[in-house]
């Protein structure tokens, strides 16, 4: 049995008495009851309470009419176009020819996803982070969600995101098997801890950094409410100024419900009493990843805050014995300290659709088997 609350009725949600119930009642509460864009400014979707086989998940209805202008963890056309053509400059901004060429093919793409209104999705289990972690799931449950949404919303795509190729093998399967189509999403990297073999020279240099370093890590508990303004910025100087504007923007709202909800472990590099650096992450079902991390990019650059994050997250995964995910950007940088590639996807289900709603989903779908995906790992993106 499948039951859908929205804010009028998520007070009426029994939620279960589990590790994964109890995060749920604290993230998609406060979501569901005021709203996305309160946590999230640039998010403008209807975040809904799923409620399957003793599991709660949440079901995010996209805004059609932002006709991409919203994050990519809500936005198709963000994710393929514009937030794609920002990690190509990035990636490949050693290489003048590819840069050069890829940005206006990615750009071909918009016409054919506005005319096939892609847009209209239905996201299950999409927390609004760039990283979604799965619980377990049973086939005969993906197989009512699959049907009841699909039902429910005739006219939108129904998408897991974040499908991870090794993380979710399990998942992939059964959802291939039910006729959801894989449409790549990005290349992310896994830090094991269970890895065995030398451990690499730059997590030994890391290492030696946050040994002699003048900061402290402090926990949440040392974090005051004055300090949410700073933890914000930090989080926006490196997410949405560095890297892209597409990547959700965290309001003060989003990261006190962090402190107070517990949505994530928050943690600071604190020095001379300032905040200079933060770092917020989230664990289920043996793996974890961080969706919170800024740093002040005024600091000089041999303080090394970026690496100080990188190891604090790699020893809390060693300590916790969880599998890191590390996402996706600065591929380098996780390779040379022993993360390893794995392909993630987001799972389209759209028998129920007209053939023009399909077709972009199509077209992303061979391009991604014949061309995005064997460049991504030539590359190694």
């Known amino acids: 049995m499948i039951a859908l609350y929205d804010r009028a009725d998520v007070d009426r949600l029994s939620w279960p ?24 400014a640039n998010v403008h979707a209807e ?16 805004d059609p009419s932002r006709g991409g202008t919203d994050s990519y963890v809500v936005s198709p056309t963000n994710h393929y176009v514009d937030y794609a053509r920002r ?7 050693g290489s003048r020819v590819l840069a050069a060429l890829l940005p206006p093919l990615i750009e071909g793409f918009r016409p054919l996803l506005r005319w096939g209104r ?91 950094l946050a040994g002699r370093t003048g900061y402290e890590w402090i926990e949440a508990e040392g974090i005051a409410d004055a300090d949410v303004p700073r933890l914000r910025e930090l989080y926006a100087q490196l997410y949405l100024g560095k890297y892209s504007p597409f990547n959700p923007q965290f309001t003060e709202g989003f990261v006190r419900a962090a402190l107070r909800e517990r949505w994530l472990t928050v943690q600071a590099l604190r020095r001379d009493g300032r905040i200079d650096a933060v770092l917020g992450f989230v664990e289920r079902d043996g793996t974890m990843t961080a969706p919170l991390i800024g740093y002040d990019r005024a600091v000089p650059r041999e303080e090394g805050l970026y690496r100080l994050i990188s190891y604090r997250l ?8 969880l599998l890191l995910n590390q ?55």
């Open 47 to 62: 975040v809904r309470a799923l409620a399957v086989d003793g599991i709660v998940l949440p079901l995010v209805l996209a």
């Open 118 to 208: 892609i847009e209209r999705v239905a996201y299950v289990n999409n927390w609004l982070l760039s990283t979604n972690l799965y619980p377990p799931l049973e086939r005969a449950a993906l197989r009512e969600l699959r049907d009841f949404t699909a039902g429910a919303f005739p006219d939108r795509a129904v998408v897991f995101r974040s499908v991870n190729e090794r993380l979710n093998a399990a998942l992939l399967h059964d959802l291939l098997a039910l006729g959801f189509r894989p449409v790549f999403s990005r290349q992310v990297y896994l830090w094991d801890p269970a890895r065995t073999g030398p451990v690499p020279r730059s997590l030994r240099q890391d290492a030696g």
């Open 17 to 40: 008495d589990t590790p994964d119930g109890d995060y749920a009642r604290r993230v998609l509460g406060p979501l569901v009851r005021d709203g996305a864009e309160r946590f999230i």
């Open 314 to 321: 790699v020893e809390e995964a060693r300590r916790r014995g």
């Open 87 to 93: 990690e190509v400059e990035l990636e490949l901004g």
């Open 327 to 381: 996402s996706s950007g600065a591929a380098a940088f996780k390779r040379f300290r022993g993360g390893e590639a794995a392909l993630e996807f987001n799972l389209v289900y759209h028998r129920h659709l007209p053939a023009r709603t399909r077709a972009p989903w199509r077209v992303l779908e061979a391009a991604s088997r014949g061309a995005i995906v064997p460049l991504m790992q030539r590359l190694e993106l």
